[in-house]
């Protein structure tokens, strides 16, 4: 299965700023996409990273809040933007290679707004 | 809405017995199903996953899926206490939504000596 890395970890940062965590998968796969997971909950679809295109996002994400990048099969990127305390929670990347595969995550980024 | 449901738990589940974890969901259409693990602190880990109607295998863990009954279980066997962990299903629906997951809410099992 695919590795995925992701970068920073953990940050805390403050109110009204933006934050972008990087995703590195370690071959080349066909989906990624992006999950966030508030505290005490289960995980939550934010989007689907395309690549060479906009990201399809699910209800109740949109791109001025959370947009993303995926310049290339391996790698995409995520910013929270104008972060609240609201947005603290861990937020997680996954890599798909076909249909058939199952998903893998890395190991998410805590991120705490104070 | 399509729902993935599961009991929040926590089951409590005594070393070396069988911990045994259901989870139903709603839309028909899903095509393919996953059990993660979580540790506190910790990203999902895959653990288990199961496309056709029947059971599978692995070590000690066994997934079994009836989709006309529209449900997905999960036996550990000989729980150890390293089995202690929320465990999430997940499930994707390919005709209309590749590759997404749309996860239950989790059940924490705590495993007691």
């Known amino acids: 299965s695919a590795v995925i890395s992701q970068k920073p970890s953990r940050d805390i940062c403050q109110r009204g700023t933006s934050l972008t965590i990087q995703c590195q998968v370690d071959?080349?796969?066909?989906?990624m996409f992006w999950y966030r997971q508030q505290p005490g909950q289960s995980l939550t679809l934010i989007a689907t990273?395309?690549?060479?295109?906009?990201?399809?996002?699910e209800s109740g994400f949109v791109i001025d809040k959370f947009p993303i990048s995926r310049p290339n099969l391996t790698f995409s990127t995520l910013t929270v933007s104008n972060m609240s305390p609201e947005d603290s929670s861990i937020y997680l990347c996954?890599?798909?290679?076909?249909?058939?595969?199952?998903?893998?995550f890395g190991d998410g980024t805590r991120l705490s707004i104070l | 809405q399509k729902e993935v449901e599961q009991n929040s738990g926590p089951l409590s589940v005594p070393e070396g017995a069988i911990a045994s974890l259901n989870c139903t969901y709603s839309?028909?259409?899903?095509?393919?199903f996953f059990w993660y693990r979580q540790y506190s602190g910790k990203s999902p880990e895959l653990i288990m996953f199961?496309?056709?109607?029947g059971d599978k295998e692995d070590g000690r863990f066994t997934a079994q899926l009836n989709k006309a009954s529209q449900y997905v279980s999960l036996l550990i066997r000989a729980s150890q206490p390293s089995d202690a962990a929320t465990y999430r299903c997940?499930?994707?629906?390919?005709?209309?939504?590749?590759?997404?997951?749309?996860f239950g809410a989790g059940t924490q099992v705590v495993v007691t000596p």
């Open positions: 839309d028909r259409g899903s095509q393919s």
């Open positions: 996954s890599a798909l290679g076909s249909s058939n595969q199952p998903q893998h």
């Open positions: 199961i496309y056709s109607n």
């Open positions: 071959s080349q796969v066909t989906m």
């Open positions: 997940a499930v994707t629906a390919t005709t209309d939504s590749w590759g997404k997951l749309q």
């Open positions: 990273a395309n690549q060479g295109s906009e990201a399809t996002y």
